[in-house]
C-alpha cells in the first residue's frame, strides 16, 4: 500500500514539475539578427539564452542572436532606432513609453517578469505591459514614417506616437471650442490616416470606440470622456472643466509615426473669444 502511495505522488509530482513551463509560457516572436523570426511561447532567459517553445518542441537561442523579443508587432519607432545605433538597448511599453535598459532576465510566471538594469537602477516590468524589447537594431529595411511638419505659430502639433497631447489651453464646462485641424500618421508601415482616421481599422478597445483607428480626437482633463475630434470645424460644447487634451484613436502607439497640426478656438459662455 505504501509503495502503491508512493507510485502515485511521484507521478503526480512529475506531473506538476513538467507543467510549470506551459504555466509559464507567453506567447512573443523572437526576431533574430539574421532576418530569421521565431513565433512560439517564451519561457524564459537564461545562462544559455532564451527558451522558446515552438511546436510542442523547446528551441534554446543564444541571446547574442536576438535583436528583438515582441509582445505585440510593430516596427521600431525612428527615437528608438536612433538609441539602438548608440549602442543603447531599451523597452517600449504598450501605452508608448520608451525605457533605456539592458536586459538582465525574464521569468517567472505568465504574465512574465521582464527585469531591466536602468540607469536609475533594476526594474521589473510584467509582460503585459511589454510590446517590444529592443536588443540591438533589427535587420531589414528601413523603417516607413509619416513626415512630421513644422509647426507654424497658433498651431498645436500632436504627435501620434503619443497617447495624448497637453494643447496648454484650459476650458471650462459649457465653453464651445472649435478645430481645424489637417495632417497624416501612419499607424503601422501599412496603415495610415487623416484627422478623420482609418475606416478600415476599428475597435471597440480604441478611447473613441465609434471612430476610426487614427483619427483625431480629444478630451478635457486626465480623466474626462474622449470625444471625436477629426475635420470637424463646427464648435463642441465642453462637458467639463480643465485642460484640453488631444490625441489619436488608437490603443498601441509604439509603431505611430508623423503628427497633426490643428488649430484650437475657445468661445466661452460669455462670449469672449480666446485662442
Known amino acids: 500500500m505504501l509503495k502503491k502511495t508512493l507510485i502515485v505522488c511521484l507521478v503526480c509530482l512529475s506531473s506538476w514539475v513538467f507543467a510549470m513551463p506551459a504555466a509559464a509560457a507567453e506567447a512573443a516572436t523572437l526576431v533574430l539578427k539574421s ?28 541571446t547574442n542572436d536576438v535583436a528583438v523579443v515582441e509582445f505585440t508587432g510593430g516596427r521600431a519607432r525612428p527615437d528608438v532606432l536612433a538609441r539602438l545605433k548608440n549602442g ?24 512574465l517578469r521582464i527585469t531591466v538594469d536602468t540607469a536609475s537602477g533594476r526594474r521589473d516590468f510584467s509582460s503585459s505591459e511589454v510590446a517590444q524589447i529592443f536588443l540591438a537594431t533589427p535587420p531589414g529595411p528601413a523603417i516607413a514614417t509619416a513626415p512630421v511638419p513644422a509647426t507654424p505659430p497658433g498651431s498645436i502639433r500632436v504627435d501620434a506616437n503619443e497617447p495624448w497631447v497637453d494643447t496648454g489651453i484650459d476650458v471650462s464646462r459649457g465653453d464651445r471650442v472649435s478645430f481645424n485641424a489637417s495632417g497624416h500618421i501612419k499607424l503601422a508601415p501599412d496603415a495610415s490616416s487623416g484627422v478623420n482616421g482609418n ?23 486626465m480623466i474626462g470622456v474622449p470625444f471625436l475630434v477629426g475635420s470637424n470645424t463646427q464648435p463642441i460644447a465642453m462637458t467639463g472643466s480643465g485642460r484640453l487634451m488631444l490625441g489619436v484613436n488608437d490603443d498601441h502607439f509604439s509603431d505611430n509615426t508623423g503628427a497633426f497640426l490643428t488649430t484650437v478656438t475657445v468661445e466661452p459662455r460669455r462670449g469672449l473669444l480666446r485662442r
Open 88 to 111: 543603447q538597448p531599451v523597452l517600449v511599453l504598450r501605452n508608448g513609453q520608451v525605457i533605456d535598459g539592458r536586459l538582465n532576465d525574464i521569468g517567472g510566471t505568465r504574465p
Open 35 to 62: 532576418g530569421e523570426r521565431v513565433s512560439g511561447e517564451l519561457i524564459d532567459l537564461g545562462g544559455a539564452g532564451f527558451a522558446v517553445r515552438v511546436s510542442g518542441q523547446i528551441r534554446r537561442i543564444a
Open 199 to 221: 475606416p478600415a481599422l476599428q475597435s471597440k478597445r480604441y478611447p473613441v470606440t465609434g471612430a476610426a483607428a487614427g483619427a483625431l480626437i480629444g478630451k478635457v482633463g
